[in-house]
Structures are given as structure tokens and as C-alpha cells.
């Protein structure tokens, strides 16, 4: 089906009528970067398309208890926020640096790679791994809801048909002993889709792990966190047989298929490997990367 009309709300309000109006029949388009391939290949149809890029949704803010990431911060301005360059939010920084080329980033939204719903959107582990919220608007009312009931099937989200995403939150964290770390794989060096994505945070009191969060890309229908492997941890001294334990939690969670990329067991064996690793090693720092 071809675009019959392309509109530009310069307003969110503009927008939200226009969503109201017309619900499914129109798509929103941030960066264009996945809608746009979509279209092309007769993936999705969408009778109405809606320039979002004239709305008043972008920058990062700090603001009380949060840092709001609006709905057309691009991955570079995520990769390049001065509020980001700490601990804990320093691996949402490095996904989002994976995420295909410069030129992709420039244009690419963060709201856009969650609002895609695909397992293997690669900033979605580090937001899971933070307890990000994603702020939702509609002319009915504006929610919020973390990013854990985000995601509800392979390119199927929470949004509404008359809804739009208009900031992602993070919660603000104490100081504290943070590490955190974020690996994708894929079957090329560069400008992949990862076949396995990971995100971990680790704050440690001590030889104590005070606090334990992780996430893992296309290893079930949806990204998943990790909350029984967490759970397992959080108190607890990394001793080999706890961290063994915690592999064996890690491989309860999550239920790998095997696709035209990579077998189930490849996936199951680089979620143990790279659990491991994060666990028994120190942080690699802002060039931990790809793997391949
Ligand atoms: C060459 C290439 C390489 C890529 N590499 C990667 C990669 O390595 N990793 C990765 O994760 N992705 C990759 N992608 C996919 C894509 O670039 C990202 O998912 C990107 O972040 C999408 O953001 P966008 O702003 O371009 O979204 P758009 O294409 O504009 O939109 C994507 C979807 O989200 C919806 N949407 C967008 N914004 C909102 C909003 N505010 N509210 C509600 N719905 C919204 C749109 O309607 C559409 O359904 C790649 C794409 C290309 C073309």
C-alpha cells in the first residue's frame, strides 16, 4: 500500500489529534531508519505517515529523580551526554554506539529503537538493566510504565494505537562501587544486527554485590531481565560455586531459538561465557564492544 500523506505536526498536541484521528492508519516516523526499510520492503503498511522530527522531544535533561532522554534524542546525542558519561549509565552510552554507523546513529532515535519492539534493539538491555520508564502520550492522558511491560511481542509494544512515546527515564542512582558492561554479537565486525546482546550492572559494597541487574537481547521473544539470577546474588560474595549457580539460574530465564543467524546453543553458550566474564572479571572499559 502506498503513503497517501505524509503530515508534520509542528506541536505534540498537533500530533496527538492527529494520532487520535487516525490510530493505525498512521505510523510515526522519528529517525526513519527501521520505518523507513520497513516500508520499502512491504513489511508495514501505513496509509498515513507523521514527521515527528518538528516536535519539541529532544535533548537530556536531568531533572529531580531522573534523567529524561526525550522522544528524538538520537543515539549519538545518547553517546555523547555529559549526564551519561558516569556510572551507572556508561554501557546505555556503548550500546547505543553498536547501533549500526555514525551516519545511522545521527539520525536514529532511542525512543525509536525501543518503539521497533525487535529483540534485537541493542539499547533496550542497558535501559532494562537501569529500570528505565517510558513516558507514553495520548489526548486521553499520558502514563508511564517501565520498560520491563515495554515490550510485549517480537515488533509488538505496549503503545496504543493513539499513543506515542514522548521520553524514556532513567532513575537517578546513589553514589556507589557501579560496574557495568555491555557486549553484542553479531556475524561481521561492523553495522550488524546483534544475534546476542548483553547488559550488566553490578553495584558492589565490598567483596558484596549490593546491587545485580541484567538483561539479554534476542535470547526469548522479547529482551529479558534477569530477575531470578538477581535475586540469587544481591548480598552475596561472587564465590565460583555462587557464580556457577548464577549460570544455571541465567540459563532458566531465558529461552533461546535457533534462526537463520545462530543455533540456540551458540546463543545459550555466549550468555554463559559472557555472564562469566562479567562476573569474574574487571569492567573493559568505554571499548568492551562486539564480538563476532
Ligand atoms: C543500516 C542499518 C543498521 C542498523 N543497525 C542497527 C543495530 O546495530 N542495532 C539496532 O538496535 N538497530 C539497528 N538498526 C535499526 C534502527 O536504526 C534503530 O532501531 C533505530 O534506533 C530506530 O530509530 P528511528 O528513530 O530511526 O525509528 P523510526 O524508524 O523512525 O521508527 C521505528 C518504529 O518506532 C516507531 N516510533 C518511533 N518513534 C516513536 C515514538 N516516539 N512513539 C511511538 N512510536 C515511535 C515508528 O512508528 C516505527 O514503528 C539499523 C538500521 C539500519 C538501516
Redesign the pocket.
Same mark, same amino acid.
Given at each position: 500500500m502506498r503513503v497517501k500523506e505524509c503530515f508534520c505536526p509542528s506541536s505534540q498536541e498537533q500530533a496527538l489529534a492527529l494520532l487520535a484521528e487516525l490510530g493505525d492508519a498512521l505510523?510515526?516516523?522519528?529517525?526513519?531508519?527501521?520505518?523507513?526499510?520497513m516500508l520499502r520492503k512491504g513489511k &508495514?503498511e501505513a496509509p498515513f505517515l507523521m514527521d515527528?522530527s518538528g516536535l519539541d522531544l529532544s535533548g537530556i535533561r536531568e531533572e529531580e529523580d531522573h534523567i529524561s532522554i526525550g522522544?528524538l534524542a538520537t543515539?549519538t546525542d545518547v553517546q555523547e551526554s555529559p549526564l551519561l558519561n558516569k556510572e551507572p549509565y556508561r554501557f546505555l552510552q556503548r550500546a547505543a554506539g553498536?547501533?549500526?554507523?555514525p551516519q545511522?546513529r545521527n539520525?536514529?532515535?532511542?525512543?525509536?529503537?525501543l518503539?521497533?519492539g525487535i529483540p534485537?534493539?541493542?539499547?533496550s538491555t542497558p535501559l532494562l538493566a537501569l529500570d528505565a520508564r517510558v513516558r507514553l502520550a495520548s489526548v486521553r492522558r499520558t502514563r508511564e510504565i517501565p520498560l520491563t511491560g515495554f515490550f510485549l511481542a517480537p515488533r509488538k509494544t505496549a503503545?496504543e494505537a493513539d499513543?506515542?512515546? &514522548?521520553e524514556v527515564l532513567l532513575p537517578r542512582f546513589p553514589s556507589g562501587d557501579y560496574r557495568t558492561e555491555f557486549r553484542k554479537v553479531g556475524t561481521r565486525k561492523e553495522?550488524?544486527?546483534?544475534i546476542f546482546h548483553i547488559a550488566s550492572l553490578l553495584e558492589m559494597e565490598g567483596p558484596l554485590v549490593k546491587r545485580a541487574r541484567f538483561a539479554m537481547g534476542v535470547m526469548a521473544p522479547v529482551p529479558v531481565r534477569l530477575f531470578r539470577t538477581e535475586e540469587l546474588l544481591t548480598g552475596k560474595s561472587l564465590t565460583p560455586a555462587l557464580i556457577d549457580e548464577a549460570l544455571e539460574t541465567m540459563k532458566t530465564e531465558v529461552h533461546p531459538r535457533t534462526s537463520r543467524h545462530a543455533s540456540k546453543e551458540y546463543r545459550m553458550m555466549l550468555a554463559e561465557n559472557l555472564l562469566h566474564r562479567f562476573l569474574t572479571e574487571p569492567p573493559e572499559g568505554a571499548e568492551g564492544g562486539n564480538l563476532c
Open positions: 505510523q510515526i516516523c522519528a529517525g526513519g531508519t527501521d520505518l523507513l526499510v &508495514t515527528i522522544a543515539l553498536w547501533v549500526g554507523s545511522i539520525a536514529a532515535t532511542l525512543a525509536g529503537n518503539c521497533t534485537s534493539a541493542d539499547t503503545l499513543e506515542m512515546v &514522548t553495522l550488524f544486527i546483534s
